[in-house]
């Protein structure tokens, strides 16, 4: 990051709908060049790379974009990425902590967004083929609820599903720990 770049900030009443969640297409997440700012945000951002290379950074440090590479953000991150070529795929999960993290029980047993967890290889998660259908399957259905379900049974809905990605990246991170 060059002397010129500013930090820019983002809040989470802009999230979305105004909800304390939002999942976002690729074609739209691609039109956005807030991505190529250093940014922090004031909520978790779950980025998956599905299609494409690149680079990323998450307080400073660098990482190679693979196909099918899951970056876990915390709120607490400053990141941003180096433009990449058009044949990046790219998906985004944001919400803010309470949406997520509820009670203490919550915060033993979901994946725990440690804001220094990058520097262990804990945010960049590299899902094998069972487990990159089980997500898919996963954010299809959070695309669905987003868009088509109203009021609580939304935030239900998609607080259940969030809740299954992140246990089963949690199982991902996991797994490459015993490998």
């Not at 979305?16 to 956005?32: D, H, R, T, Y």
């Not at 993290?101 to 967890?117: A, P, V």
Request: charged content about 25%; glycine content about 4%; some cysteine.
């Amino acid at each position: 990051m060059s002397a010129t770049n500013e930090i820019s900030f983002h809040e989470s009443q802009n999230l979305g709908k105004g909800l304390p969640f939002a999942i976002v297409e690729p074609s739209v997440l691609m039109s956005n060049n807030d991505l190529f700012e250093p940014s922090l945000r004031d909520f978790h951002v779950i980025f998956w790379f599905k299609k494409g290379t690149g680079k990323y950074y998450i307080d400073f440090q660098e990482y190679e974009i693979e196909p099918n590479t899951i970056m876990l953000v915390s709120k607490d991150n400053l990141h941003y990425f180096e433009h990449f070529n058009d044949k990046v795929e790219l998906q985004s999960i944001a919400f803010q902590p309470n949406f997520v993290y509820r009670n203490n029980t919550d915060l033993r047993h979901l994946f725990n967004f440690d804001s220094g967890g990058h520097l262990e290889g804990k945010q960049t998660l590299k899902p094998n083929e069972a487990d990159t259908k089980f997500l898919e399957n996963l954010s299809d259905q959070m695309f669905e609820v987003y868009r088509e379900w109203n009021d609580k049974q939304r935030e239900e809905g998609f607080y259940h599903l969030l809740c299954l990605f992140l246990i089963r990246c949690e199982r991902i991170q996991k797994a490459a720990t015993i490998a």
